[in-house]
């Protein structure tokens, strides 16, 4: 029985390799791809150094990715998702934001003459209502992840007369062709 023989046959025999080949069989992401060859390697009685000279690794990646494999299989590989900075304003006041935005004007919330919202109008009123100062990205993304979006409002002129309207449009498309 040749070399690669006996190795197939052990492969076929040990659980653990079987598990990480189909690992890797259903992996998509390439880090986790290395880090499952590292593992199998590892398994297939390969030196650390060796390891990381086949896949590219510093030699102390590989010893971290083989020590978190030995603490907890393969789902220890895994990524951990990173928090992130914590939120400034609480659930609640995101809340109340959202209903203050999208159900008054700025002029209603204590602005006066003032109709239209904006980032700094918004981050002024969390200001004054939470003492909560936000710079002008971190306030885009504060409504960016609240699905709150800029649209630009349009008027309607309330004495405008429809007819000379239409006689004005119809006039103007005359104008805009060509002779």
């Known amino acids: 029985m040749t070399k690669r ?3 197939l046959k052990s492969d076929n025999c040990n659980p653990k390799i079987q598990d990480v080949k189909a690992a890797i069989k259903n992996n998509k992401d390439t ?16 030196q650390n150094v060796d390891i990381a000279m086949n896949l590219g690794l510093c030699a102390h ?22 928090p992130g900075a ?10 109340q934001l959202v209903e203050v935005i999208t159900t008054q004007t700025p002029d209603e919330a204590g602005f006066p003459n003032r109709k239209n919202w904006n ?6 009123w969390v200001e004054n209502n939470y003492n909560v100062k936000y710079c002008q990205s971190g306030m885009l993304y504060v409504l960016y992840r609240l ?4 649209t630009r409002p349009t008027y309607t002129l309330a004495n405008a007369d429809p007819q000379k309207q239409e006689a004005f449009k119809q006039r103007f498309d005359l104008l805009k062709k060509p002779s």
């Open 5 to 7: 023989e006996k190795l």
């Open 31 to 46: 880090k986790m791809h290395i880090k499952y060859l590292t593992i199998l390697s590892h398994l297939h009685g390969l």
């Open 61 to 82: 990646t590989v010893g971290s990715y083989i020590k978190k494999y030995k603490a907890g299989g393969l789902d220890n590989l895994l990524p951990v998702p990173k």
């Open 86 to 95: 914590p939120r400034l304003l609480t659930k609640e006041q995101e809340q």
């Open 119 to 124: 980032t700094v109008l918004i981050r002024e």
């Open 147 to 150: 699905n709150l979006s800029f």
